[in-house]
Structures are given as C-alpha cells and as structure tokens.
C-alpha cells in the first residue's frame, strides 16, 4: 500500500482501514508466537502499512 493510495480517503475509511490492519497485524503475531507464520516479512509491510495510515489520518486532522 502506497500514501499516495491513502491521501485521497476520508478520515472514516481511514480510521475503518487502521482497525482492519491493527486486527492483522494482531493475528500475525499471534500465528507466529504459535510457529505458524512462515513469512516473517508480513508483519513488517503490516507495521508499515499502519504507520502510513496514521501519517493520512495526522495530515487530514490538519
């Protein structure tokens, strides 16, 4: 997921997105505390995606 994907969202879908990933990120924490994770790559493209949703959301709140 790119920010320029992201700049163009209202702050709603924005926040809806976050929660969604925040769920993800969540689950694949879970899935490789358990060994079942076998791409350790996804949970820092979830990281990621997450902080650049929260850089949208910062530059619509201003």
């Not at 929660?19 to 820092?44: A, H, P, R, Y």
Request: aromatic share 4%; no cysteine; glycine share 0%.
């Amino acid at each position: 997921m790119k920010y320029s994907d992201l700049a163009d969202k209202s702050s709603l879908e924005l926040k809806a997105l976050l929660k969604t990933k925040k769920t993800e990120l969540f689950t694949l924490k879970i899935k490789q505390k358990m060994m079942q994770l076998t791409n350790n790559n996804e949970l820092t493209v979830a990281k990621k995606d997450i902080a650049r949703i929260n850089t949208a959301l910062n530059a619509v709140a201003n």
